[in-house]
């Protein structure tokens, strides 16, 4: 049930350009194609401020965070490295607490 609600509020908030998916687990990705890198930090902070306010029956003192790591595709990449930094970068901001979108 709650993958599903923020599936769904991710979905609301992003553009139909977008690309959100569920990367496993508890981990989504999002792909903002033809976007810089600042925009994209201003909707990666809207999506975590707006999945934080999804009403759901928690157990007290538990709400929902996102934590996140911002990669822009640098040319010539592969994929599988653009992945790795982003991914770099979400431990990153888990480590430093969570709640969190840090970019590189």
Known sequence: MVLRKISQ???????KSDLAARYGGDEFAVLFPYTNIG???????RIKE?????DLPLEKGKRITVSGG???YKEGEKLEELIARADRLLYLAK????DRIEVE
């Open 95 to 98: 480590g430093k607490g969570g």
């Open 9 to 15: 509020r991710l979905k609301s908030l992003i553009r």
């Open 39 to 45: 925009d994209a930090r201003i909707v990666s902070e």
């Open 70 to 72: 911002l990669a822009a």
């Open 50 to 54: 707006g999945i934080k306010q999804i």
